[in-house]
DNA sequence: TTAAAAATGCAACAAATGTTGCACTTATTT
DNA sequence: AAATAAGTGCAACATTTGTTGCATTTTTAA
């Protein structure tokens, strides 16, 4: 089981550990990096691997995890938010990783990067809970969110496939079009 | 590689491995399933598996897209399709195949599944074309079809993860709630 | 500064993976 | 019916995986 510690060393290793296989998928497929191949990369043992994550899938997820931490960080940054507001913001973030995304939706991982988000969704809704011109029933605002937010990251994932044929400009008039028939503006 | 056969023996034994791996995801994780385990559950050899399919996930996603080509004959066979339609029939087929998408989720599959789904919205759109009152740019729509189907899929998985805590009145319910603010009705 | 706690490297292990050559059986073609 | 093609089982192989005990180093606490 991987516990949460403090430990310098500790923390190191995991870093080392991430880094080396951010740095392998830029070279090969996900499935075709070994264990081995991660801890080598690393300078650590094999074994000391293991210590701290139960796969390469654990690995994986933490540094997802930390991704979705890092776009929560620049929402809670913004003031006034709404919901074109946090599409801007998303489109640049992912801009801004936009090798990390084409090597993850290539992976077929993308189901695990959108986990990670989804488990912020609840501090999104709280950021934008006041700004929105809902007529709709409290209990289906959870649905709602949950559809935009899935509508929102399968859009994401179409530009992906597309080799970024898109500009940021466009994705953004393709979120203000489509919100024009949606509740968020 | 995996190339497509008539050979009675080669389609026989893809079938029993197909079924093999669904009986033992019952069982236990996926990532916990040999490939070894799958062989003797369809008591063929291992190296039979090997000359089938590359690996565990390439047997399933044969299954799933076989999955996503059953709901494509669903939706061909309904008449006058507006996506109220598309909803009933989505929601209808997740519930009849519940159990599968249970452990689909559990597994954190749902991404391949959605990626062997998300192959057949061409198909989709074109059987729902004429029924929609857009007043939308054609060139935006295949974004709003791409957002409209990551909604739909995203409540889905909200759905399981509530271990189906919602009945399909809920869900149609739900759609319907959101499509008043949506393009599709 | 010293003692206790935590992390690491090394080595060994059983098990699973991915691949291949060869003999044999099943299916298709002529 | 015979010849050709395709699929299977068996066996062997190097490699990776996941796990553990023990000695050594690094970090924390007293």
């Known amino acids: 089981m991987t516990h949460t510690s403090n430990n310098p060393s500790a923390i190191r290793s995991q870093e080392w550990l991430m880094e080396a296989l951010l ?4 070279e090969k497929p996900y499935h075709k990096i070994s264990i081995k191949e991660i801890a080598e990369k690393a300078d650590l043992d094999r074994s000391t691997f293991y210590r701290h994550f139960n796969s390469k899938q654990a690995l994986l997820e933490r540094y997802l995890d930390s991704l979705a931490q890092e776009y929560l960080r620049r929402l ?3 003031e006034n938010m709404d ?3 946090v599409a801007k913001i998303f489109i640049a973030f992912w801009i801004e990783h936009i090798d990390f995304i084409r090597v993850i939706r290539k992976n077929d991982l993308d189901g695990l990067l959108l986990k990670a988000f989804n488990k912020h969704l609840p501090s999104i809704h709280r950021l934008t809970k006041d700004k929105f011109s809902y007529s709709m029933n409290e209990e289906y605002m959870e649905f709602a969110l949950a559809f935009n937010a899935g509508g929102m990251w ?10 970024f044929a898109h500009s940021y400009d466009d994705l953004l008039k393709a979120f203000e079009e489509i919100s024009r028939f949606n509740f968020f503006r």
Not at 23 to 26: G, S
Not at 154 to 163: G, Q
């Open 23 to 26: 740095f392998l998928l830029e």
């Open 76 to 78: 809670e940054a913004g």
């Open 83 to 85: 919901m074109g507001k």
């Open 154 to 163: 399968n859009i994401l994932m179409k530009w992906v496939d597309s080799d």
